[in-house]
């Protein structure tokens, strides 16, 4: 099982938490309200809306904007129809490409998505084209400092998870005392029985999100990798776009000229 990309954490700290806080807030509340007029606003018994909140957390958003976005979807009414949508299709080199969104309209946000990929190298796909390359699995983050190395990976395992890798925040920095977090991956039903493992044994949690992760990976370098990045970057630019996957294997060295 290929594990989580060095290039999806720098692209995720430099555009979520540096540049694009405002776009974080809008898209997180839109995720709670969606959830709740959904499924409820209980959070113990819908699902979507823990993983909602607990990404609204991640990204810092403010407590008060949490509870209007609850309020907001729990009194109905009118308000815009927003849906969660999954697009795929290729990058640059034919990297495979996973887009998740939240629109409330549905062929604007494929055209633009269309036109993105068409400008750098890539095209919008069927639905299915690349899903096939990526599992799906829960994703757990736990800050590597002053973490007991050994005893997170035996409890990671007790509680079912599949994997635990550990990505330094420099690339060139493999130890294992170096700053930087470990990945818990699990099985869907696995991982809010894993978190709560791992928090009730003291480990600090940041995040936990369900996520596509690549089964195998495609090297791309030089130009392409450029491309392929500034390709990213302008899908996280769009205001209906979630979160972006790739199954790009990307040069450490490159990856450092950007952190």
Known sequence: MAGHNRWSKVKHRKAVVDKRKGKALTMCSRAITVA?????????????????????????????????????????????????????????????????????????????????????????????????????????????TACDEDRLFTLAAEAGADDVKFEPDDPDDDAPDAQGEFVVLTPIDKMQHARATLEAAGFKVTHSRITPIPTTLAHVAGDAAKQLLALIDALDDNDDVQHVYANADIPDALLAELD
Do not use: W
């Open 36 to 144: 709740v007029r959904a499924s409820g606003p209980d959070p113990e018994f819908n699902f979507a809306l823990r993983q909602a909140l607990d990404e609204a957390r991640y990204c810092n958003v403010p407590r008060d904007n949490i509870e209007r976005a609850i309020k907001k979807g729990a009194g109905g009414g009118e308000g815009d129809d927003y849906q969660n949508v999954r697009y795929e299709g290729y990058g640059p080199a034919g990297v495979a490409v996973v887009i998740d969104a939240l629109t409330n309209n549905r062929p604007r946000t494929a055209g633009d998505l269309r036109l993105i990929l068409g400008k750098f190298g890539g095209n919008l796909g069927a639905t299915g084209c690349v899903s096939f390359m990526f599992s799906v699995l829960g994703r757990i983050l736990v800050p590597a």
